[in-house]
């Protein structure tokens, strides 16, 4: 009788303890957690380096499915009516066909939307440069007042009392919407946005039958000494990232670099674009205001308005017709039709 | 045996260690900075008057308070680099320094906007925006953050000027925004004031006469808008003459 009754308390004294370890396991990780995260197999194309991509911020497929939902979602815009892909949309490369940023209540931003392809690879963002990447750069568009106008804190509730983000931020990151969270979902999503299938790779990569002899005439003269394109939309991105002042006016209103740095020599500088998908992200330069890729070669052949910071290499070009088509049947060729078709 | 005599010493040291010496025990000590204008509480939309003369009226008025140090006697100071307090003329403005003080200080220091190891983006301590809670003072949640340009704001005043001395406030273009910052711009305010420790909640308070910082700065021909970009941009002067009038804006100490 003894032996039976010890035999009970020795198993119920074995459960309570199992049962205070199970306890003690979920208290201890509460909401931290953590669910497996799924690295994302990132594919560059061919030709391209390694993305560089912050320590903090390695790229799993949940931050990237996450960030995905939040770039198209309004819930980012104070009047829910404006989401990232408002300005960016993937079937125009992720830049969009207005001369300017269009924000909430048709306010008109300062500035061209850029494209968002390949921007993982970019050093630094905005047409000034100073913000140093992706994480940092989410905030300036969420909070603008010409953009979304929507404060960090009144987004934060937004996201928290929404089922799918509520659950989709514990999956991501082990715990609930946080700025640092929601900034990293988003730049994960946009590292994932590249472009380097366009019929000029194809070219290089062996097909030869994929430029027409009109794209060829215009890759050799964009190559060339003469026109020197290339000295700043150079690389596999079609830029070198620098910042330059191309002679666009002769007095600027957006100064450019300028307005970051306060230097003279910065007004009218601006960050130097990528080309790729160029033929599809009209209008061009920093405030849209040249309206087709055709009239840009026809700027450039001009040699630009002599601003006293314009680089040198803006002279004028002597192109005649022929070759004005073939430059822009190249930069047509620069487009990436898998990619806007695949969206 | 052992184990209560362990209690009853630890309780005695505890004891001990919050009565200190000469009757001081520790007290929770805040600061609180009231904004002023015309020596009253400043109310936001409300006319007053420019040390200048110019009809003005205060949409925002908003700084960072960082670097803060309660100076005792004996010249130690206690001092609080990792807190930072943004002034606002929506709050109250009451702001924690220390849960633990104990002793006899005679006097505190603070720094106006944010210094560097926080608002450099190269600086070894610099923490990127969005790591800060929405409810931290360096969060840009705040609209303290520039953005496009590292750092912060370090003080808003916004409002309307009359620049056309008509007496009429609501003309276009009779705003103004002064947009302060970068390390050039920084300034410390110290005040004297003895207080000691006693367990009580003690409240430093400190009124800052927010119309003085226009002190010789005429906002009809000076520059109504000023958000300069670095300390080399062409408004960063006009910056430098309003920050460089902190001092007659904060008076004296008092609980």
């Known amino acids: 009788m003894e032996k039976s009754s010890s035999r009970a308390n020795n198993m119920l004294f074995r459960i309570f303890i199992t ?58 815009s104070a009047d829910s009516t404006i989401s990232c892909a408002s300005c960016h949309i993937p079937e125009f490369a992720y830049a969009d066909h207005q001369p300017k940023a269009v924000g909430i ?54 996201l928290e009392k929404h089922p799918y983000y509520k659950k989709q931020f514990q999956r991501a990151f082990g715990e609930k919407p946080s700025p640092g969270n929601f900034v990293r979902a988003l730049a994960c999503f946009e590292r994932t946005l590249l472009s380097g299938n366009s019929s000029y790779d194809q070219f290089i990569h062996g097909d030869s039958t994929a430029l027409t002899e009109e794209q060829k005439l215009g ?15 150079g ?94 049947a190249f930069l047509s060729s620069l487009t990436d039709r898998i990619f806007s078709d695949k969206k | 045996m052992k184990f209560r005599f362990t209690i009853v010493l630890f309780a005695f040291v505890v004891v001990l260690l919050n009565s200190g010496c000469g009757g001081e025990k520790q007290s929770r000590v805040f600061l609180k ?10 109310q936001l939309n409300t006319n007053y008057t420019s040390p200048e003369g110019t009809l003005i009226q205060y949409s925002m008025v908003r700084f960072y308070v960082s670097q803060i140090s309660l100076i005792k ?48 983006s190269s600086g070894i301590y610099a923490i990127p925006p969005y790591e800060y809670p929405v409810d931290h003072a360096l969060s840009p949640a705040n ?19 009359d620049t056309s001395a008509n007496g009429i406030l609501n003309e276009i273009g009779e705003t103004f925004a002064i947009h302060t910052g970068f390390k050039e711009a920084y300034r410390f305010i110290e005040r004297n004031y003895s207080f000691t420790s006693k367990g009580d909640d003690i409240i430093l308070q400190v009124n800052a006469e927010i119309p003085k910082f226009f002190t010789n700065y005429n906002l009809r021909s000076d520059k109504k808008d000023a958000h300069p970009s670095n300390s080399k941009h062409e408004e960063f ?10 001092n007659l804006v904060f008076g004296e100490i008092f609980e």
Not at chain 1, 147 to 153: A, S
Not at chain 1, 243 to 257: A, Q, R, S, V
Not at chain 1, 315 to 320: C, S
Not at chain 2, 33 to 42: R, V
Request: proline share 7%; glycine share 8%.
């Open chain 2, 33 to 42: 900075i009231n904004l002023m204008a015309g020596g009253q509480p400043l």
């Open chain 1, 219 to 233: 890759m050799s003269l964009f190559f060339s000494d003469r026109l020197s394109c290339s000295q700043c939309h």
């Open chain 2, 237 to 246: 002067p006009y910056v430098l003459e309003i920050v460089n009038n902190s």
């Open chain 1, 235 to 328: 690389g596999f991105n079609f830029t070198n990232y620098t910042f330059e002042n191309i002679g666009l006016y002769e007095h600027y209103k957006d100064p450019g670099l300028k307005r970051a740095t306060a230097l003279p020599e910065d007004e009218g500088k601006f960050k130097v674009p990528t080309l790729r998908n160029i033929a599809i992200t009209y209008p061009y330069m920093h405030d849209g205001s040249i309206p087709t890729l055709d009239s840009v070669v026809q700027f450039y052949n001009m040699g630009g308005k002599h601003h006293p910071n314009q680089n040198k290499l803006i002279k004028p070009l002597y192109l005649n017709e022929k070759e004005r088509k073939a430059l822009v």
């Open chain 2, 143 to 161: 609209f303290m953050y520039w953005s496009w340009n590292p750092g912060y704001i370090f003080m808003k005043l916004e409002g309307k000027a």
């Open chain 1, 105 to 158: 209540h048709g306010k008109t931003g300062m500035r061209n939307s850029p494209t968002l392809l390949n921007i993982g690879y970019a050093p630094y963002l905005f047409m000034e440069g100073k913000v140093p990447d992706l994480e940092t750069q989410v905030i300036a568009p969420v909070q603008h007042e010409e953009e979304m106008g929507l404060n960090l804190r009144d987004l934060l509730k937004r």
């Open chain 2, 73 to 120: 006697d004996n010249n130690e100071e206690l001092h609080y680099p990792d807190q930072y307090y943004l002034a606002d003329s929506e709050s109250d403005n009451l702001f924690l320094i220390d849960e633990h003080v104990m002793g006899k200080f005679k006097g505190i220091r603070f720094g106006l906007g944010v210094d560097s190891t926080r608002n450099d």
């Open chain 1, 19 to 76: 049962e205070c370890i199970i306890i003690f396991i979920l208290l201890s990780c509460g909401n931290k957690v953590r669910q497996t995260q799924t690295p994302y197999n990132l594919q560059v194309p061919e030709g391209f380096p390694d993305m560089p991509f912050p320590e903090h911020n390695i790229l799993t497929e949940e931050k990237v499915e996450l960030g995905k939902r939040l770039f198209f979602d309004p819930i980012l």
